[in-house]
Every structure is written in structure tokens, then in C-alpha cells.
């Protein structure tokens, strides 16, 4: 299920982006399997401190900059497609050689000025010094890597549309999670610096919604002028460790959770009365209790302390009530525009049997229903169906179920029983599709497969599994986090005949 990480250092996304953080590490791995013949192999040897011209070719999978010295992979973070640069040897390894700027030699003509005066040192974004018309170009590049390194499929006759991007691009974040930390007796919030465990103080972040950024400025307020104590993760001393803020974007409902290490929160009432006092639009006050040493944000205890437990969000005709842990979209106005696309792909005429794998709390499903004969939704999470039955109730949704557990259970039994989907509709986490899962669709074989997807390396490797059986009939990538290297896409596969 989607879990909320505690370091956002590839992009702001955690999930928080939506089912949870990339893993730097594997990803970066991934994106680099196509350079062939390692630093040691091409009789060259690269040593950390060198410097080396290179002229960069491409953006990575995690937006750094692609070249190419003696034939050997460089990555850079930073540099463009098309400039020429000196790059200083960071790190060596078999494969690639990660660098830094030392000059810009030439420039790209997209390369612009960052607004954020931490944009360097946060690496929440990574390409902010990229015009926002070239950063739509870029993404569908990397959906086009990904099809190339993970799939044997002819690319160039592919319909791999243009990048679905924002009229503005900037705040559209409808939640943050910022590490609370102390410095010379000051309160900070913030997110860990790339690659470090530096807090970086964020006052104003340009891709947050101005509401959560108010809010977690006046919460950090009253936990300086109240005194409380702060967690410090190195002695593992101290109470509140996050602030978390999300509004509704549509419905200008705010919720404030506080994560901290205990239940017992000194002087509470205090901390109550002056957050509604401060911020008179709050709708909801929650804590929950976190006191392991670990990287997910949120503990398994949570509580309200005051208003409601939830805030209501709308996307389209359909409303949601979002609690503290729930997931939900992190740009609505983009969520909007992909789950459009996934019901033009899907081609509902009214009689469909329609499955939503992976359903959480049964968005995708819903907002198909008013073209669907019947919608059929899983997950393992047993609160997510409890979430997502409350939704189709709402909603007057009748014909819509859920159950837990996985599709892998799920559709088996249901073919038996003589009910087979027509559609499949899949958003599945940044790791993918579950090859048991993949194996139950070729069994299966819904005549449409619509794959919403996070991560075009993924997509690409459940492509190829199910390349024998499907067609893919075209890609439509969305960007729903500007400025940074992430990249959705809905893929529509058609069984072959």
C-alpha cells in the first residue's frame, strides 16, 4: 500500500507522491542499466576529483544530466540536454561515474532561473532550471528510455503522445510533510538536503500550496513560543518530529497533524486554542503517535484533538473525506486531467465489467462508474474498502463492490463463478504490477488493460510482460508534479486477437 516516507529527496512525492517514494538508490540503478561497459572496462580508468568536459546528451530517469567521457556514463545532476560542460567525479562505480558542475561552458537555451532559494541544497525538485515547456518534452523522453531499455518494441511506431502539463505549475501541492528540528534554539521545518541529513529550513516552498505553507510557518510558531520539545533523531530525545498540512484545494478545508514520539503532549490545550486562534480557517487537529526509529512518517495511533477527523476534498462531481492517513492525489487539478484519460482509454459504453485493481479508497473506479455496467474493486488494506464502499454509498453508486485482498485472489474466483472483467484499470505503486497479478491478466484476458502509471521504468517492464498477449494501442504521459523528474502515464494495452 502507499506509504508515507520521512526523507523526500528525489522529488516532493512521496507519496506523498503517490504510493510512496522512489527509492533513490533502485531507481537510480535502473535508469542506468543501459550504460554498457563499466568505468574499469573501457581501458580509461575515471578517479574521484577528476574533472572532464562533457557535452550532455539527455536527461535521466531522476532528471540529472546524461554524458558520455571516452565512452563511459556520466551522470550529472543539474546539466541540461545540449549543454556542454566541466563536471567534477563525485563517485565511481562499475557501471557510471556520477558528477557535479564546476562550469557551464555552454548553456542551454531552456535553462532558466530557479525560484526557490533552496532549490540547490532541498533537491525536493530537480528541474527547476528547466523551462516548464521543455520540462513536458523531457518527460516524454524518459517514457520513450524506459520503453527502449526495458521492452524489445519498435518505439518509433509508437503512439507516445505529448506530455499533458499545467497551466500553472506552481502550488499545487495540496499536502506537506516537513521534519521538525532545533538549531541554536530555533524551530525548523523542513525537508532533508540531497544526499545529506542537513535540515533545510523551507519558509515558502513555490510548488506547495500557499495554504500548507502558511500553516506549517504558524504551527512552528506556537512550538517555538510554547517550548516544546523537539525530536532530535540523533539522541532520539524530544516529542514533535513532523508537521503535516493538507488542504482541499476545492473546498478550502485545512487539517494539521502532528507526528510525535509519545501520546502525552505537555500542554495541549494550549497548543489547541492558539492554532485556531492563528489559523481561523483550520478544520481539523490531529495527532499521531510515531516513536520508532524509522523512515515512514506516520505511527499506527492516531487521535483528534479538535474539529473533525477528516476534510473534504472534491475531484470533479465526486467528493472524498480525506482522514489523516488517507491517500489521495497531491495535485487534484492534474488527478483530474489523468483520470480523464484513463476513462478515454478505457471506452465505456454503459455494459463494461470493469476491475480496479489496486483501488484504495476506490477513486478510479468511481469516476468510471457513470459509464460502467458493473465495477469491481480490491485492496489489501481492509480500511481503504471500508473507505471506498463509504464512497460508492455516498455517491449513490450502486453498482460498484469491494473486497479485500488481491486481484490475484479476487479474479480467479470470480471467472469461476462465471464473472469476467472487460476492463481492467491498474495504478499500481512505484515498484508496479505484482507478476502474480500480471500472470492473472493474461489468464484472464480483459480486451482492455489501462495502466495508470508513476514510474516509467515499471511500466515499461509489465509492458514487455504482457507484450505476447497485448497491444500497446498508445501512452498518454501527464505531468503531475512540475518541476521535479516524475512522470505519470496512461498506457492503454488491447488484447491482440
Not at 568536459?53 to 551522470?75: A, S
Not at 525560484?115 to 541544497?121: D, K
Not at 490545550?269 to 516513536?291: A, C, D, F, H, M
Not at 458493473?374 to 453508486?397: Q, T, W
Request: glycine share 8%.
Amino acid at each position: 500500500m502507499k506509504k508515507e516516507y520521512r526523507t523526500n529527496k528525489q522529488s516532493h512525492s512521496s507519496s506523498d507522491f503517490k504510493k510512496g517514494n522512489p527509492a533513490p538508490a533502485k531507481n537510480r540503478q535502473g535508469s542506468r542499466q543501459k550504460a554498457q561497459g563499466g568505468s574499469q572496462q573501457q581501458g580509461v580508468k575515471i578517479e574521484p576529483g577528476q574533472t572532464m568536459p562533457l557535452t550532455i546528451k539527455r536527461l535521466g530517469i531522476n532528471g540529472e544530466g546524461v554524458g558520455y567521457f571516452k565512452r563511459q556514463v556520466v551522470f550529472v545532476p543539474g546539466a541540461l540536454p545540449g549543454e556542454e560542460v566541466v563536471a567534477e567525479v563525485t563517485k565511481v562505480l562499475p557501471k557510471y561515474s556520477e558528477a557535479k558542475v564546476k562550469k557551464v561552458r555552454k548553456p542551454s537555451e531552456h535553462r532558466v532561473t530557479p525560484v526557490c532559494p533552496v532549490y540547490e541544497e532541498c533537491g525536493g525538485c530537480q528541474l527547476q532550471h528547466l523551462h516548464y515547456s521543455q520540462q513536458l518534452k523531457e518527460k516524454r523522453d524518459i517514457v520513450i528510455q524506459s520503453l527502449e531499455r526495458h521492452t524489445k518494441l519498435d518505439v518509433s511506431k509508437l503512439d507516445i503522445r505529448d506530455t499533458i502539463g499545467m497551466e500553472n505549475p506552481w502550488g499545487y501541492r495540496n499536502k506537506s510533510q516537513f521534519q521538525v528540528g532545533e538549531k541554536a534554539g530555533k524551530v525548523l521545518a523542513g525537508l532533508y538536503g540531497l544526499n545529506t541529513h542537513n535540515l533545510i529550513n523551507i519558509e515558502q516552498c513555490a510548488v506547495q500550496h500557499p495554504a500548507t505553507s502558511k500553516a506549517t510557518e504558524v504551527v512552528k510558531g506556537i512550538l517555538q513560543d510554547l517550548r516544546i520539545p523537539i525530536y532530535n533523531e540523533k539522541t532520539g530525545k524530544g516529542l514533535v518530529r513532523t508537521i503535516v498540512a493538507r488542504t482541499g484545494i476545492q473546498t478550502g478545508e485545512l487539517q494539521i497533524v502532528l507526528i510525535t514520539t509519545k501520546k502525552e503532549l505537555p500542554k495541549k490545550e494550549l497548543i489547541i486554542q492558539e492554532t485556531k486562534k492563528r489559523l481561523p480557517e483550520l478544520t481539523s487537529i490531529v495527532q499521531n503517535v510515531n516513536g520508532q526509529k524509522t523512515s515512514l512518517i506516520f505511527g499506527e495511533e492516531t487521535q483528534t484533538l479538535e474539529g473533525k477527523d477528516f476534510i473534504q476534498e472534491t475531484l470533479g462531481d465526486l467528493q472524498f473525506e480525506l482522514s489523516a492517513r488517507t491517500f489521495f492525489q497531491l495535485n487534484p487539478e492534474q488527478t483530474v486531467k489523468l483520470y480523464d484519460e484513463a476513462k478515454k482509454a478505457a471506452g465505456l459504453t454503459g455494459k463494461e465489467k470493469v476491475v480496479d485493481a489496486y483501488c484504495g479508497v476506490g477513486t478510479i473506479g468511481l469516476w468510471l462508474s457513470g459509464d460502467a455496467g458493473e465495477i469491481r474493486g480490491m485492496d489489501v488494506i481492509p480500511e481503504s474498502i471500508e473507505n471506498a464502499r463509504k464512497n460508492a454509498a455516498r455517491h449513490g453508486v450502486k453498482h460498484a463492490r469491494y473486497e479485500v485482498g488481491k486481484a490475484e485472489q479476487w479474479l480467479p474466483k470470480w471467472a469461476k463463478e462465471g464473472w469476467r472483467p472487460d476492463v481492467i484499470v491498474v495504478d499500481p505503486p512505484r515498484v508496479g504490477c505484482d507478476a502474480e497479478f500480471l500472470n492473472t491478466v493474461l489468464k484472464v484476458k480483459p480486451q482492455k488493460f489501462v495502466y495508470i502509471s508513476c514510474n516509467p521504468s515499471t511500466l515499461a517492464k509489465d509492458i514487455n510482460t504482457l507484450g505476447k498477449h497485448y497491444k500497446v494501442e498508445y501512452i498518454q504521459p501527464v505531468d503531475m508534479f512540475p518541476h521535479t523528474s516524475q512522470v505519470e502515464s496512461c498506457a492503454l494495452l488491447v488484447r491482440r486477437t
